[in-house]
T-cell receptor, first 114, second 110 residues
Framework: GAVVSQHPSWVICKSGTSVKIECRSL??????MFWYRQFPKQSLMLMAT?????????EQGVEKDKFLINHASLTLSTLTVTSAHPEDSSFYIC??????????FGPGTRLTVT | GDSVTQMEGPVTLSEEAFLTINCTYT??????LFWYVQYPGEGLQLLLK?????DKGSNKGFEATYRKETTSFHLEKGSVQVSDSAVYFC?????????FGSGTKLNVKP
């Protein structure tokens, strides 16, 4: 089946710094990529939807200037957490789709901000 | 708004026991319904899906039927195995967005 990778799988950064997370579709072209945030023992919360070559659409309550999303190609989307704070610590998951409602999820990236 | 509610866990069963994880939804349109499974340290994997009322999704011994009259999509398996231990998420897809339930952790003991 289709494979989506994320890098890094785990990152620790200091408060005030920025960190970039990559999401790649390895064997298909993803017209749309989604970024989710998952808190411990909670569900996935959709943060934003990105389409290749256009600006991301952010969900209500998600700061677009803090969570920068770039969908540079049909196989790569990046999420940059700018000026990270401890409350940004979470599990970030991306997914990609080439066909409507056939979403393939990455393994997730655990971000810890100290 | 559109949302999914599923039973809280954890659910602990002995091997070969019958499993039911309840899921109900609220939707402003006609959604597609999904069950995803997340094994420890891994991403979500599609387990099964149903795209219209009365459809039954099935995979690896798991089944769920799309019940429009009760707005439900309960997950069932007749005989669970230790390898089924994971977190299960019910989800609906509508207007190009997924909405996930809070997840139910299943522990199967030998």
């Amino acid at each position: 089946g289709a494979v989506v990778s994320q890098h890094p799988s785990w990152v620790i950064c200091k408060s005030g710094t920025s960190v970039k997370i990559e999401c790649r579709s390895l064997d298909f072209q993803a017209t749309t990529m989604f970024w989710y945030r998952q808190f411990p023992k909670q569900s996935l919360m959709l943060m934003a939807t990105s389409n290749e070559g256009s600006k991301a659409t952010y969900e209500q309550g998600v700061e677009k200037d803090k969570f920068l999303i770039n969908h540079a190609s049909l196989t790569l989307s990046t999420l940059t957490v700018t000026s990270a704070h401890p409350e940004d610590s979470s599990f970030y998951i991306c997914s990609a789709t080439g066909v409507p409602y056939e979403q393939y999820f990455g393994p997730g990236t655990r971000l810890t901000v100290t | 708004g559109d949302s999914v509610t599923q039973m809280e866990g954890p659910v602990t069963l002995s091997e070969e026991a019958f499993l039911t994880i309840n899921c109900t939804y609220t939707a402003t349109g006609y959604p597609s319904l999904f069950w995803y499974v997340q094994y420890p340290g891994e991403g979500l994997q599609l387990l099964l899906k149903a795209t219209k009322a009365d459809d039954k999704g099935s995979n690896k011994g798991f089944e769920a039927t799309y019940r429009k009259e009760t707005t439900s999509f309960h997950l069932e398996k007749g005989s669970v195995q230790v390898s089924d231990s994971a977190v299960y998420f019910c989800a609906l897809y509508l207007f190009n967005k997924f909405y996930f339930g809070s997840g139910t952790k299943l522990n199967v003991k030998p």
